[in-house]
């Protein structure tokens, strides 16, 4: 018995020990995601500095549409924009770029927040780490702070509901309001059901369902609404006035686009003379490695009570719709990212998906047992490449090396050599 007893307490100790390790390690990651999401913060800092005055870039004409013409989509923030501008007597881009700032800052707290409580492993780390991630935006600056990052903000603090009654108050309150800011994250409402339906751990019932996706529906309305309810083109007329007259901003890019591709039929026909074998071929091969260290975990997760090829499938349908709609298909690859990692993040954390143990197994992550190997191979795929915007672009190469290069050649030739 004595033996026993001093096995038992041997075995314990070892156990504690082996748990002090293992959670030293995973702090001592947690702490290099905070520099690696503070790094990047700051590039983005100084990229959104940069390019905000530029007269052609891609998000500040993003910003610029509001409702001085009339109700249209994608207007509040803009309209938000303008309100500041004229109360603090400041330029309207100004404005924009502090709120850009600020909603970055906020996304970046949020995420280092979401992630400091997260076990890390390899393929955690290497889901974390994809170049369609957090680092995406970053490489390409045209889509730094565009108006689904306001989406992510409001999808993290999604998270911090736990009872039925809160999470039905933020659907009927929030939900509108993300149809207002950036209407296509219609397409992306799936993964709030999906988290819904597993935390209040549903049985397979049409009634069941159909009382779940009640809460949906007054967004529903709004982006039916903004969709059969295109800008006119005197609306636009005067949209465009006001911003030449007020603050001297031509109504460019986004903002025109808005009535150039007004109706459902322009955002399809639009794509169909980008299509070609290579783009699809390309953008496969993205999504498959992209998603690679995601897909491995979520093929050998569990989930009590769901058929994960029925949600899969129910996931991305909308995002093909999504795909045949929009023409910058690496924005669109990181934004399906975001969605999804957060998620399965999350269900992780509350333990509502469990990792079957069976993933030691895997001949991936065997291959990746050296440390050498694993170092290169994770250098190589967090740093190495990344989708560009468009669906023509070809995949950028060294976004690890690029981005602080670029940024050390803006400073020496801007305010150095000049």
Same mark, same amino acid.
């Given at each position: 018995?004595?033996?026993?007893?001093?096995?038992?307490?041997?075995?314990?100790?070892g156990?504690?020990?082996?748990?002090?390790?293992?959670?030293k390690?995973?702090?001592?990651?947690?702490?290099?995601?905070? !520099?690696?999401?503070?790094?990047?913060?700051?590039?983005?800092?100084? &990229?959104?500095?940069?390019?905000?005055?530029?007269?052609?870039?891609s998000t500040?004409?993003?910003?610029?549409i509001? !409702?001085e013409?009339?109700?249209?989509?994608?207007?509040?923030?803009g309209?938000?924009?303008?309100?500041?501008?004229?109360?603090?007597?400041?330029?309207?881009?100004?404005?924009?770029?502090?709120?850009?700032i600020?909603?970055?800052?906020? !996304?970046?707290f949020?995420?280092?927040n979401?992630f400091?409580?997260?076990?890390?492993?390899?393929?955690?780390?290497?889901?974390?780490?994809?170049?369609?991630?957090?680092?995406?935006?970053?490489?390409?600056i045209?889509?730094?702070?565009?108006?689904?990052?306001?989406?992510?903000?409001?999808?993290?603090?999604?998270?911090? @509901?736990?009872?039925?009654?809160?999470?039905?108050? &933020?659907?009927?309150?929030?939900?509108?309001?993300?149809?207002?800011?950036?209407?296509?994250v219609?397409?992306?409402?799936?993964?709030?059901?999906?988290?819904?339906?597993?935390?209040?751990?549903f049985k397979?019932?049409? *009634? &069941?369902?159909?009382?779940? =996706?009640?809460?949906?529906?007054?967004?529903?309305?709004?982006?039916?609404?903004?969709?059969?309810?295109?800008?006119?083109?005197?609306?636009?007329?005067? =949209?465009?006035?006001?911003?030449?007259?007020?603050?001297?901003?031509?109504?460019?890019?986004?903002?025109?686009?808005?009535?150039?591709?007004s109706?459902?039929?322009?955002?399809?026909?639009s794509?169909?003379?980008?299509?070609?074998?290579?783009?699809?071929?390309?953008?496969?091969?993205?999504?498959?490695?992209?998603?690679?260290?995601?897909i491995? @975990?979520?093929?050998?997760?569990?989930?009590?009570?769901?058929?994960k *090829?029925?949600?899969?499938? @129910?996931i $991305?349908?909308?995002? @093909?719709?999504?795909?045949?709609? =929009?023409?910058?298909?690496?924005?669109?690859v990181?934004?399906?990212?975001?969605? *999804?990692?957060?998620t399965? =993040?999350?269900?992780?954390?509350?333990?509502?998906?469990?990792?079957?143990?069976? $993933?030691?197994?895997?001949?991936?992550?065997n291959?990746?047992?050296?440390?050498?190997?694993?170092?290169?191979?994770?250098?190589i795929?967090?740093?190495?490449?990344?989708?560009?915007?468009?669906?023509?672009?070809?995949?950028?190469?060294?976004?690890? &090396?690029?981005?602080?290069?670029?940024?050390?050649?803006?400073?020496?030739?801007? !305010?150095?050599?000049?």
């Open positions: 018995i004595k033996s026993l007893v001093m096995t038992s307490s041997l075995v314990s100790t156990w504690e020990h082996h748990k002090n390790i293992t959670g390690m995973s702090s001592f990651k947690n702490k290099h995601i905070n !520099y690696y999401l503070s790094i990047l913060f700051i590039f983005s800092v100084f &990229y959104l500095f940069e390019k905000h005055t530029v007269g052609n870039d500040i004409s993003e910003w610029l509001n !409702y013409g009339g109700f249209t989509k994608r207007g509040l923030i309209q938000l924009c303008i309100f500041f501008s004229d109360f603090l007597d400041l330029k309207l881009r100004q404005i924009i770029l502090l709120f850009q600020i909603i970055t800052a906020v !996304y970046f949020l995420l280092s979401f400091s409580n997260l076990k890390l492993d390899k393929l955690v780390l290497l889901s974390v780490f994809s170049p369609i991630f957090i680092l995406y935006p970053v490489a390409e045209e889509v730094l702070a565009r108006k689904e990052t306001f989406i992510f903000v409001l999808f993290l603090s999604y998270f911090f @509901l736990e009872t039925k009654l809160h999470r039905f108050v &933020y659907k009927l309150t929030i939900l509108p309001l993300c149809i207002l800011i950036w209407e296509p219609i397409f992306f409402f799936p993964f709030w059901l999906l988290i819904d339906l597993i935390k209040d751990k397979i019932d049409f *009634s &069941y369902l159909l009382k779940s =996706m009640f809460p949906f529906l007054p967004s529903v309305i709004v982006a039916f609404y903004i969709a059969l309810n295109p800008i006119s083109e005197f609306q636009h007329n005067e =949209m465009a006035s006001f911003l030449k007259e007020n603050f001297n901003e031509n109504c460019y890019m986004s903002c025109g686009l808005l009535l150039n591709k109706t459902i039929f322009d955002q399809f026909s794509n169909f003379p980008l299509y070609s074998f290579e783009v699809f071929l390309r953008y496969f091969l993205i999504l498959i490695i992209g998603f690679g260290p995601l491995i @975990l979520i093929y050998y997760s569990k989930v009590k009570k769901i058929n *090829s029925i949600f899969v499938i @129910l $991305i349908f909308p995002v @093909l719709v999504l795909f045949s709609m =929009m023409s910058d298909w690496g924005r669109i990181n934004i399906f990212y975001t969605f *999804s990692i957060l399965y =993040m999350h269900l992780l954390q509350k333990k509502l998906v469990i990792i079957n143990q069976s $993933i030691n197994k895997n001949f991936f992550l291959k990746l047992n050296n440390k050498k190997i694993f170092i290169f191979f994770f250098i795929f967090a740093f190495g490449w990344n989708p560009k915007t468009s669906i023509t672009g070809d995949v950028a190469s060294k976004p690890g &090396y690029q981005i602080p290069r670029k940024a050390i050649k803006i400073i020496y030739y801007k !305010y150095i050599n000049n």
